[in-house]
């Protein structure tokens, strides 16, 4: 079956600490991977993607196949990171987006 | 440009009644996905069109869910008989084609259900 799992419902961290979001996948296959954040009142956005290896706002994601992870990471948080943030994976060929249950991310002053 | 747009942005009805939710996607996107948010549940794919037809329909959770696309732009879901179950917020999403990596996503409608 394919799945999602991000573990954590709520991440809270002070501004400047690290922060890494975590995330597990169940596939048979080689899915490609995503991170979509929303921020409050705004709409669900792709933030990166594993196929891309970039860093965006400082955020970076590396696939371990082994592990089947795909953890978010940040070396030191911002107040403006606060968001909800998702975890996705989709087969190669494209179509739906499955998504994990969310991580809420409080970066505190 | 202008993004993928929902309307009703919020709607209340009362249990037993139907609703209808419209999507227009990104001009010139062949492909469009409905997903639904809800507490507890998270984000959940209900059906995706490519063109006018839907070739993934597997998450529509029962035959009360219809949706169409006319014309390969605009479209419609349609709850009957709505149950408090189906209370949540009902997002759209489109992309350029169906293999494109990004997805555009809506604003959402919030649906609730009395």
């Known amino acids: 079956a394919q799945r999602v799992t991000q573990p954590e419902k709520l991440l809270s961290v002070f501004k400047g600490a690290p922060v890494e979001l975590k995330c597990n996948y169940s596939y048979s296959g080689s899915p490609e991977l995503f991170w979509y954040v929303q921020y409050s009142r705004q709409r669900l956005q792709l933030l990166l993607r594993?196929?891309s290896r970039e860093s965006i706002k400082g955020f970076t994601a590396d696939l371990n196949k082994g592990e089947t992870s795909f953890h978010l990471k940040k070396p030191f948080a911002q107040e403006e990171d606060s968001a909800m943030y998702y975890c996705a994976l989709r087969r190669h060929q494209g179509g739906k987006l499955i998504f994990g249950q969310g991580t809420e991310l409080s970066v505190k002053p | 440009g202008a993004g993928v747009s929902q309307s009703p942005s919020n709607k209340v009805t009362e249990k037993g009644k139907d609703v209808e939710l419209r999507c227009d996607p990104i001009s010139g996107h062949t492909a469009l996905y409905w997903y639904r948010q809800s507490l507890g549940q998270g984000l959940e794919f209900l059906i995706y069109f490519q063109g006018n037809s839907a070739p993934d329909k597997s998450g529509l959770p029962s035959d009360r869910f219809s949706a169409e696309r006319t014309g390969g732009s605009v479209s419609t879901l349609t709850i009957q008989r709505t149950q408090q179950e189906d209370s949540a917020v009902y997002l759209c999403?489109?992309?350029?084609?169906?293999?494109?990596?990004?997805?555009?996503f809506g604003p959402g409608t919030r649906l609730t259900v009395t």
């Open positions: 999403a489109s992309s350029l084609m169906t293999d494109s990596y990004e997805q555009y």
């Open positions: 594993h196929i």
